[in-house]
């Protein structure tokens, strides 16, 4: 569950305002929101996702308005509740696969469950590639990499950034599918924010920016 | 999953950077283990060797070489005292324990020491097997010599003239070696003790086949030191009328040092006439410990000022030997300390460029919920880590390097000299290489703190 309300944020250098409209998700609903490039949809998705702290508005999550908690609890909170696939999916170089996701679950305070890893692992087709280093990963593995470790925490909300505009027609849809149904999984709001109109279809909840 | 482990993997992952790091700073931390350690081992040495010798009397000249060669034997003699003369003061009220010395032979580099029954007992020196010297021209070997020159109890030798090792001024007599001491880690242990008679003995004979008076020969052993000399330059050339001259210029002296008995004769006719024999032998040099420090205090001076002889404080003059070897020790340890400072300056860079080049990963270690004080610890940790590694291959490098040095420059004199570093030394290099990579570490973290994450992870590249 995630509302928001009045969300604005200002960024100094740039002397521009970026204003927000409100909307409110119910459990396992999940929510595509469109715009040009330029419009804010970064700056929404680090708001979102507690990232960064709106000048106004606020971000509600499980009934928790984050834009009130500390840092240190924003660091938990967020380590906890949410989770974000970035546009490039960077997973943390030094470490491998496996690590990556124990990390991800570490930092999280949450028990590292071996199994669960291998699970989703063998769900995303990189359980081969467990022990590997992340640069030694393909772009579509280093991206479902990225969904996996977005989701190993089990998440109230996924964040995907761009998931999709470096790929072809076909990866697009697995990969969307794929977001689906992971955010399904655990139960969680899966927010795609993308300019890629070819992503539409998949969502019947849409805010255009 | 650790931060711990985070860091290790961090380090791991650039091989080259935290390979310099370790090694440089493990040489800074070398450097400064191997000078202490050969700070304090130089100055133990030293002083262990000296016993319980508070002062040496000889005949005048450098106090320091008198220390050098009647305690630490490693230099030639300065001359000789009456025997009647150090008598008289070992009598002194004020001395605890004189112990009269003479040497002037050596075999195989090894110096013949004839002194009394008490030599052994000053660097508490126990037999490992064998006995005692009972009579003269039996010797007890030093436990180094023993190893050296594979001498057992019951074999015999030659002794040469002069203290470095020569063929061509070997005497006739023949010595034994009745006993063998167990080490000492003292300067005994290369030395081979005999009693006094032994050493007059030696010469004694000599002498009559060269038809020189007694007294004449004795003085010639502060001579010693030049035959040894130009045998070392010259072996076949040695040249008999140099020797003559030589002879010439000892009885001169001779004569000299006469009238100053004479003197003496005047003021302690008694104790003269009582040891009429001893007068006319001669020892090198007389080793005193007191039995309290008014000895220090009055003894030297009145010697020196009263007698023909001179008295010499080992441990004044040693103190004043390690000034000047100070510099050297400084000037190594100022080197050290310059690497020092490099090697952090590296570990910083090492350390900065990993938050810089690695600003994504650890922006993306904060989505994982990370704190920023988490973040901080696996930069610190690296540098830990680094340091530990760094210490662990600075101890092996002066232990090896010491170990290869003091082999190296094995000139029979170096024993078993490494003495393990105090531990408050070895705490005040390692607080000082902590604190330099404290410093070090919180230059490198400091863009963390400043850490926009939103900025990084919108910069994608």
């Known amino acids: 569950m995630i509302q928001t309300e009045n969300l604005t944020f200002h960024y100094k250098q740039k002397e521009h305002t970026f204003q927000f409209p409100d909307f409110a998700l119910q459990e396992q609903e999940n929510l595509l929101i469109l715009g040009k490039s330029g419009i804010g949809k970064t700056t929404l998705l680090h708001l979102l996702a507690g990232l960064l702290s709106p000048v106004s508005g606020n971000v509600i999550i499980n009934d928790v308005n984050i834009s009130s908690l500390s840092a240190s609890k924003l660091d938990a909170f967020r380590g906890q509740n949410i989770g974000v696939v970035f546009q490039k999916n960077h997973a943390v170089q030094s470490l491998s696969v496996v690590e990556n996701l124990q990390a991800r679950l570490f930092f999280s305070k949450k028990k590292i469950d071996n199994t669960a890893i291998d699970h989703l692992l063998t769900e995303l087709g990189l359980i081969d590639y467990k022990n590997r280093k992340v640069n030694a990963l393909s772009e579509g593995q280093l991206q479902r990499l990225g969904i996996a470790l977005s989701v190993i925490h089990n998440p109230k909300v996924i964040f995907a950034d761009e998931p999709t505009s470096s790929l072809d027609d076909e990866n697009c849809k697995i990969v969307i599918e794929l977001l689906k149904r992971q955010a399904k999984q655990s139960n969680a709001n899966l927010i795609v924010i993308t300019h890629d109109h070819r992503v539409k279809s998949s969502f019947s909840n849409t805010i255009a920016l | ?461």
């Open chain 2, 1 to 461: 999953m650790t931060l711990w482990k985070i860091s290790v993997k961090n380090i791991k992952t650039k091989p080259l950077y935290t390979f310099l790091s370790v090694f440089i700073l493990g040489l800074s931390i070398a450097l400064l283990l191997g000078i202490q350690q050969l700070k304090t081992s130089f100055k133990y040495q030293m002083e262990n060797n000296l016993g319980d010798i508070d002062m040496v009397v000889g005949a005048k000249g450098s106090p320091l070489q008198l220390v050098l060669s009647s305690v630490l034997h490693l230099d030639n003699p300065t001359g000789n005292i009456p025997y009647a003369e150090a008598k008289k003061l070992s009598r002194n009220p004020l001395v605890k324990r004189a112990v009269p010395i003479s040497y002037g032979d050596n075999y195989k580099g090894y110096r013949i020491v004839g002194a009394t029954d008490e030599f052994p007992t000053i660097y508490n020196a126990e037999l490992a097997e064998g006995r005692t010297v009972e009579k003269s021209l039996e010797v007890v070997l030093g436990h180094t010599v023993a190893e050296k020159t594979q001498l057992n109890i019951g074999d015999t030798f030659k002794s040469s003239h002069g203290l470095i090792d020569n063929d061509i001024d070997v005497h006739d007599d023949e010595f034994v070696v009745v006993g063998i001491y167990k080490p000492t880690l003292k300067v005994i242990d290369r030395l081979i003790f005999t009693n006094l008679e032994s050493i007059w003995n030696v010469h004694d004979h000599d002498h009559d086949e060269e038809g020189h008076s007694e007294e004449a020969h004795a003085h010639d052993d502060h001579e010693d030191d030049e035959h040894a000399h130009d045998h070392e330059e010259d072996k076949h050339s040695h040249d008999h009328e140099d020797d003559e001259h030589e002879h010439d210029h000892a009885e001169g002296e001779h004569d000299h040092d006469h009238e100053e008995k004479g003197h003496s004769h005047e003021e302690h006719s008694e104790d003269e006439h009582a040891h009429e024999h001893d007068e006319e032998k001669e020892i090198t040099s007389l080793l005193v410990t007191f039995r309290n420090p008014t000895g220090l205090l009055m003894m030297p001076r009145r010697i020196n000022e009263e007698t023909n002889m001179q008295a010499a404080l080992p441990k004044f003059e040693l103190d004043k030997l390690y000034e000047y070897t100070g510099v050297g020790f400084k000037t190594i340890s100022l080197i050290a300390y310059i690497i020092l400072v490099i090697s952090s300056i590296i570990i910083f860079i090492s350390l900065y460029k990993m938050v810089k080049e690695r600003s994504f990963d650890l922006a993306l270690m904060r989505v994982y919920g990370a704190k920023n004080s988490q973040l901080i610890r696996i930069i610190a940790y690296e540098g830990f880590i680094i340091v530990f590694l760094a210490f662990i291959v600075g101890v092996v490098l002066s232990k090896a390097g010491l170990y290869f040095m003091v082999n190296s420059v094995d000139s029979g004199n170096s024993q078993k000299i490494l003495q393990s570093i105090a531990f408050h030394e070895f705490f005040q290099i390692g607080i000082l290489v902590f604190g330099m990579i404290i410093v070090a570490v919180l230059l490198a973290i400091n863009p963390i703190t400043k850490m926009n994450i939103s900025t990084i992870l919108s910069n994608e590249k």
